[in-house]
């Protein structure tokens, strides 16, 4: 049974930086694809950033640059460093994961999330 485990959300001052952790377990081989999401408060779920196998690296305009994704991929371990925190920023964080290399947002496996808050 594949798993995904979030870590390194928290309660941060605005401009701080945050690096969050996702460790897959329950799958030998290496993810075709991962990436982390964001879902604020009354807001739909967002694809923030994806690292794929095959097509490389996405992350979206709003956040590009300040946030980076990287990845273990010996390891089924996925990063996101964000950089210059915002309080627009606070959001549940959920890290997915899917085996095969299609590049879109569609993902299998998705973890439980890791809250940050961002204060002004």
């Known amino acids: 049974q594949v798993r995904l485990v979030e870590a390194g959300g928290g309660s941060v001052q605005a401009g701080s930086t945050l690096i969050l952790s996702c460790a897959a377990s329950g799958y030998s081989r290496r993810f075709g694809s991962m990436a982390w999401f964001r879902q604020a408060s009354g807001k739909e779920r967002e694809g923030v950033a994806r690292?794929?196998?095959?097509?490389?690296?996405l992350v979206i305009d709003s956040v590009k640059d300040r946030f980076s994704i990287s990845q273990d991929s010996a390891k089924n371990i996925v990063y996101l460093r964000m950089n210059n925190l915002q309080p627009e920023d606070s959001a549940m964080w959920y890290c997915?994961?899917?085996?095969?290399?299609?590049?879109?947002?569609?993902?299998?496996?998705w973890g439980q999330g890791t809250r940050v808050t961002v204060s002004s």
């Open positions: 690292i794929n196998e095959a097509s490389g690296i």
């Open positions: 997915a994961a899917r085996r095969d290399l299609m590049g879109n947002w569609t993902y299998t496996y």
